[in-house]
């Protein structure tokens, strides 16, 4: 499918790696100028190399999506630069160890929650005063661990709980406004963050003691770009009447 985002910019957060990656590099084959933020540097830099050397224009900006001063001064970035924003990936995120939920230190729930909540919402609170004059499209990353019980991580679950609440809401609050806001709950995907995790010792005992083996009725799971094809059309013409819904792209995982 072919989508034509010429003169349209796309924001993303967590654009240094996986999905967020292969989201900016996915809205930039398809014409949009596409602002990059992530907190790591190096992989910002990469992701933004590889969109240049594709022949793609975009801009990498830091941003600690957690911090309100660094969200708007990406924000600001973004409409110095480029004048408008037309999408919103908001993606940044992080999993952290698998541990029962009694074993988990609060300095790590806290800070899963201030990624993964906070920063979907300061990111959502101001980027929507840049769509409000022409409209837009927001694609929240959720997980499939927000719409289902994932033991071993009640913190990372709790927060894409949150997520999907935040998108519905504020669905609701601006679909009439022109702003289309939605979230995708991936299932596992093939990333460095998930597959760190997995190499830890503690994942594999959660995951015994839990009596999962791969949740996939796919069996396999998910590249990111399988990921990125789904924000990607959701932030399309070819999604326009879909508003404030949470797209399940697990292989199955969540299929009752």
Known sequence: MVYDFEGHVALVTGAGSGIGRATGQKF?????????ADVNDEGGEETLALIKDAGGEAIFV?????DEDSVKHLMQTTIDTYGQLNYAANNAGILPKFEPMHQKPVDVFD???AVNVRGVFLCMKYEIPLMLENGGAIVNTSSAAGLRAQPGVADYAASKHAVNGLTRTAAVEYAALGIRINAVNPGGVVTNMVMNIQMDESYAAMMQAAQQQ????IGRSAQPEEIANAIVWLCSDEATFMVGHTLSVDGGMTVD
Request: neutral net charge; aromatic residues 0%; without cysteine.
């Open 62 to 66: 830091h941003t600690d999506v957690a």
């Open 111 to 113: 800070r899963v929650i």
């Open 28 to 36: 930039a084959a398809h014409g949009a100028k596409v602002v990059l």
């Open 214 to 217: 791969d949740p996939h009725p």
